[in-house]
């Protein structure tokens, strides 16, 4: 599989063509005539100034990246498979593929650096650092109403373009952003904008009249990123003017076709390469697109034609040409993502697939994270579990802001039992920005703040049927837990809310006619707080609560169950869906990803785990109530020292009651300073009651220092402190390590090229496959391991 690759603008040298233009001398004149000058001279002598110009550095480098291709061609016989030019040198791609002639090529390029040079007053800078998310995130957040994204070479290098002041001004904030370079560009046009309108249309009406041949072979648009229609090419290079290259999905769709590094030769000026770097970097940063959703994407393109020209009967297919493949003498089930689990789910919650990405504490379930998910129409909850509210309201500002009006997303509502001024917080934010999606987890019964958040939005429609404008997903892991918020508001509550102000009469009376939640997820063995609980025992379970509750409330609409823990394979989703799941949640695999926003150092550690690699550890929050978290364990103390600092305080009623010698071990091994000095900090973070309460108990005060010792880990954790690594502690369960088996040798095996949605699309690909594979072989009366 080989692909050929022509590099734009920013190629040009003084010197290049060297030994081409001899070579071919017949197109060497035909290129004269059309231009009114010899292209050799300028190539070869200059002067760079009047090379570097629009005008005469496009018909350059169509001229000697065309014979270079030619040349190629010649000594070698290498014929690709796959053609693409950045900008103007997409007219060599079409040129090799036949689409045009070397002397009509030219002409549209002359006439395309013509309109292009006369454009005033614009400007280019090269971004690098930042993904397309990011720069989109800086032009709206500062309302940079004249700059534009405008060439997409690599996920994390982006060229912008606009007014060239505009450009130059912008260049602070997109540092302060994150990006580590910001290369302003010595152009003079704000190419691939809105700015090159007027070329655009004048270019349109001098093309009007010539002919594009069908390729002979496929030719990456710049403006779609896929191969070129052959009835569409004309409209397309008009539109290539204005729309931005997006060349770094066009070698992702390369590489989900097969094509690797090694296969791509570019076709240039002689020196240093230019666009084939670009392929290393975007594989690395991005990886390919997914194959199985590009494959349905053409094969909804060729149903799409198939239905614009159909077939004569003469010519059709007989029906048995198309069966699908046959397992034990019976036909395998197709199923597609779109077939599992509930549509009925997707359509409540408005998602493409039943595929949630659950919430990860203190933002590892980050806002870029969510807003991936939500593009990829898939829901995903951001972490707020953890947070201060300002950073939680910033986030919500950001998703709100930052996704198109009805794009899926939601908040992590974590449950607090001892500070539940928290969770009033939460839900006056939550309230107040209009946010329509919880997950409500670690809840052990329903609280006041909870059924606030139901109330607001709850709507009569008539007929007896009830629409709640706020909707709750609640992670539960206990059938009993499921049926509290399968169940009305209790009663208890509503009085005590109705006597405080907190809800009107009408919302209580409403709150009696709803259960409290719309979706129930069964949690299995888990990363982070778990039960170790088993799916094939709880979901059976949890339905038949559903089912119970679905005929109290018949009017209300369907309710929900999903199921989460464990999920990071398709075998594991296929198995869910089969017991009866709706649709699926994931966690430890996501925090593995590009988008996650714990540290480097962690994910590096994720990538290289198997299913045994996590332990049981005490929870830093709930540890004298035995509660306990699953985390990571190979190659980390965590998990030992944490049991150990929870066996010492069952053991003492104080820290001076602790053995001098191993109080002094603990002091410089986990906590790298004295117990007091831990204290003296804790005092600053606690409200003054509370530090009073642990002056007058030892224990307590004990609590409290220990306590410390996970939160630091959790710190030094997402912070990548590599002088703490081995006290990180990472929440994560057994899935993420069975995903890493599922993935090695593939594209996914390195986190760099992981992303949330594209393991959703993996996983329902895979799921979907597994079980018409499984049933196929059962129907067909075998039992085989397929």
């Known amino acids: 599989m080989k692909a050929f690759m022509f590099p734009g603008q920013g190629a040009q040298r003084v010197g290049m063509g060297e030994g081409l233009f001899a070579a071919f001398p017949q197109l060497v004149a035909e290129a004269d005539a059309v231009l009114g000058y010899s292209v050799a001279q300028l190539c070869l002598e200059g002067p760079m100034e009047r090379l570097t110009r629009t005008e005469f550095t496009q018909p350059a480098l169509y001229v000697v990246n065309a014979l270079t291709y030619l040349r190629h061609v010649r000594e070698s016989g290498e014929r690709p498979d796959y053609v693409l030019g950045h900008s103007v040198s997409e007219y060599v791609a079409l040129f090799a593929a036949g689409a045009v002639d070397f002397a009509s090529g030219l002409k549209m390029v002359a006439r395309r650096g013509a309109l292009m040079g006369e454009a005033r007053g614009g400007g280019m800078a090269a971004v690098i650092g930042l993904d397309a998310d990011g720069i989109a995130a800086v032009i709206e957040r500062h309302g940079l109403s004249d700059v534009f994204a405008a060439n997409y070479n690599t996920p994390r290098q982006i060229v912008v373009s606009g007014r060239r002041d505009a450009v130059v001004a912008a260049e602070p904030l997109f540092r302060e952003a994150g990006a580590s370079h910001y290369v302003v560009l010595p152009v003079s046009g704000a190419f691939h904008t809105p700015y090159m309108e007027a070329a655009r249309a004048a270019f349109a009406e001098h093309i009007a ?4 041949n069908a390729p002979e072979i496929p030719v990456i648009s710049n403006v779609t990123a896929r191969p070129h229609e052959a009835d569409r090419l004309r409209e397309r290079m008009v539109e290539q003017i204005t729309a931005p290259v997006r060349w770094a999905e066009s070698i992702r769709y390369l590489l989900a076709k097969g094509v690797t590094f090694a296969d791509v030769t570019e076709l240039g000026p002689a020196g240093s390469a230019v666009v084939k770097p670009m392929v290393k ?3 690395l940063e991005a990886g390919p697109l997914d194959a199985g959703l590009l494959a349905r994407e053409e094969a909804e393109v060729a149903a799409a034609a198939r239905i614009a020209e159909p077939e004569p009967e003469t010519v059709r297919k007989a029906p048995d040409e198309s069966e699908p493949p046959r397992l034990n003498g019976h036909a395998s089930f197709r199923f597609r993502p779109e077939n599992l689990g509930s549509r009925a789910f997707c359509e409540a919650f408005g998602l493409d697939y039943p595929y949630v990405a659950g919430a990860m504490y203190q933002g590892i379930a980050s806002v870029e994270l969510v807003k991936r998910m939500a593009r990829a129409g898939l829901l995903g909850f951001f972490g707020a579990g953890g947070l201060p509210m300002a950073e939680v309201e910033r986030a919500i500002l950001r998703l709100r802001d930052e996704l198109p009006e009805g794009a899926p997303y939601g908040i992590n509502f974590i449950a607090h039992v001892n500070r539940p001024h928290l969770e009033d917080e939460l839900t006056d934010l939550l309230i107040r920005h209009g946010v329509g999606i919880i997950e409500a987890s670690a809840f052990m019964e329903v609280t006041p703040a909870l059924v606030r958040y139901r109330a607001a939005g709850l709507k009569d429609e008539g007929g007896g049927r009830i629409a ?7 992670k539960v892991s206990r059938p009993d837990v499921a049926a509290q918020f399968l169940a009305p508001a209790p009663e208890r509550l509503l009085g005590k809310l109705l006597a405080s102000g907190a809800i009107t009469a009408d919302e209580a009376n409403l709150l009696r006619q709803v259960p409290m939640a719309d979706a129930i997820c069964v949690e299995a063995d888990s990363g982070g707080h778990t039960d170790q609980g088993m ?4 979901i059976p379970a949890v339905l038949k609560v559903r089912d119970e509750a679905q005929a109290r409330f018949a009017k209300f609409g369907p309710i929900f169950v999903g199921s989460g823990g464990g999920i990071g394979t398709p075998e594991a989703a296929a198995a869910v869906f089969m017991l009866g799941a709706d649709f699926i949640v994931t966690g430890s695999v996501n925090q593995c990803t590009v988008e996650a926003g714990t540290s480097e150092a962690v994910k590096d550690l994720l990538e290289g785990i198997n299913v045994h690699d996590t332990a049981y550890a005490p929870s830093g929050e709930m540890f004298e109530l035995g509660a306990k978290v699953q985390v990571l364990k190979k190659g980390l103390f965590f998990p030992a020292r944490a049991e150990k600092l929870v066996s010492l305080y069952r053991q003492h009623e104080s820290l001076d009651e602790i053995d001098p010698k191993l109080r002094q071990q603990i002091e410089e091994r986990y906590f790298r300073r004295s117990f007091d000095e831990v204290f003296r900090d804790v005092a600053k ?5 509370e530090i009073e309460r642990a002056q007058r108990l030892p224990r307590h005060r004990m ?16 912070a990548g402190d590599l002088d703490h690594k081995v006290d990180f502690q990472v929440h994560c369960g057994p899935a993420q390590g069975a995903f890493n088996q599922w993935v090695e040798g593939s594209d996914l095996a390195p986190w760099r090229a992981r992303h949330a949605d594209v393991i959703a699309a993996r996983l329902l690909e895979g799921a979907a496959d597994v079980l018409g594979r499984r049933l196929s072989v059962m129907i067909g009366g075998g039992g085989g391991s397929r």
Not at 703 to 718: E, I, N
């Open 209 to 212: 009249g010539l002919t594009f």
């Open 281 to 283: 970097r975007t594989e």
């Open 468 to 474: 709640a404008r706020n909707r709750i997903i609640a």
């Open 535 to 538: 799916p094939f025992a709880l």
């Open 685 to 689: 973070s606690y409200p003054a009651a």
């Open 703 to 718: 609590g409290l220092v220990f306590r410390r010792y996970f939160k630091d880990t959790t710190t030094w954790a997402l």
